[in-house]
T-cell receptor, first 113, second 110 residues
Framework: GPKVLQIPSHQIIDMGQMVTLNCDPVSNHLYFYWYKQILGQQMEFLVNFYNGKVMEKSKLFKDQFSVERPDGSYFTLKIQPTALEDSAVYFC???????????FGSGTRLLVI | GQQVQQSPASLVLQEGENAELQCNFSTSLNSMQWFYQRPGGSLVSLFYNPSGTKHSGRLTSTTVIKERRSSLHISSSQTTDSGTYLCALEPNTGNYKYVFGAGTRLKVIA
């Protein structure tokens, strides 16, 4: 079936540096999401995005986080600057409508050292 | 409190046994999906099932809206079924996002 592609699959970065996580959603999907999962813990909602705008962000979506999808290219999550507690797996998802099934990517494993 | 509660938290089965995983929710919902999370972390969609019963091979999902619960039945379990099963739902609050349960960690032994 259709897939969500996440690049890179793994990233190690020094604390304080900037990182950009890339997501290529399913081609006809209109809604995009980022989730965060710390090792061994629950999947947590970060942010959703539709029509070029953030619809809702959770308390986990710190001021250092930003999302964008310039001109239908990758849907990106940028963290600047990174902190140790940002180490987690970040999952991107997309859906055609706001209440249809979601397709998830395989995740980007981010380690901040 | 927790909007999505999954039970049991963990389960060990002998190969060939059946399993019933539960997902209870405290809110009305727009959407509901069951996922399998591989030991490596990636998610596989099992069912999009906001209501009723769906079948796929050895898996059956039943969502009963009025009782605010959904179940995932695994028949004739295999060692390859080992992993974490996640229930996710979109509450009927007008905000488009999934809320995940904590998952059921299943181990099937030969």
């Amino acid at each position: 079936g259709p897939k969500v592609l996440q690049i890179p699959s793994h990233q190690i970065i020094d604390m304080g540096q900037m990182v950009t996580l890339n997501c290529d959603p399913v081609s006809n999907h209109l809604y995009f999401y980022w989730y965060k999962q710390i090792l061994g813990q629950q999947m947590e909602f970060l942010v959703n995005f539709y029509n070029g705008k953030v619809m809702e962000k959770s308390k986990l979506f710190k001021d250092q986080f930003s999302v964008e999808r310039p001109d239908g290219s990758y849907f990106t999550l940028k963290i600047q600057p990174t902190a140790l507690e940002d180490s987690a797996v970040y999952f991107c998802a997309s859906s055609f409508t706001g209440n249809s099934d979601y397709t998830f990517g395989s995740g980007t494993r981010l380690l901040v050292i | 409190g927790q909007q999505v509660q999954q039970s049991p938290a963990s389960l060990v089965l002998q190969e060939g046994e059946n399993a019933e995983l539960q997902c209870n929710f405290s809110t009305s919902l727009n959407s509901m999906q069951w996922f399998y999370q591989r030991p490596g972390g990636s998610l596989v969609s099992l069912f999009y099932n906001p209501s009723g019963t769906k079948h796929s091979g050895r898996l059956t999902s039943t969502t009963v809206i009025k009782e605010r619960r959904s179940s995932l039945h695994i028949s004739s379990s295999q060692t390859t079924d080992s992993g974490t099963y996640l229930c996710a739902l979109e509450p009927n609050t007008g905000n488009y996002k999934y809320v995940f349960g904590a998952g059921t960690r299943l181990k099937v032994i030969a």
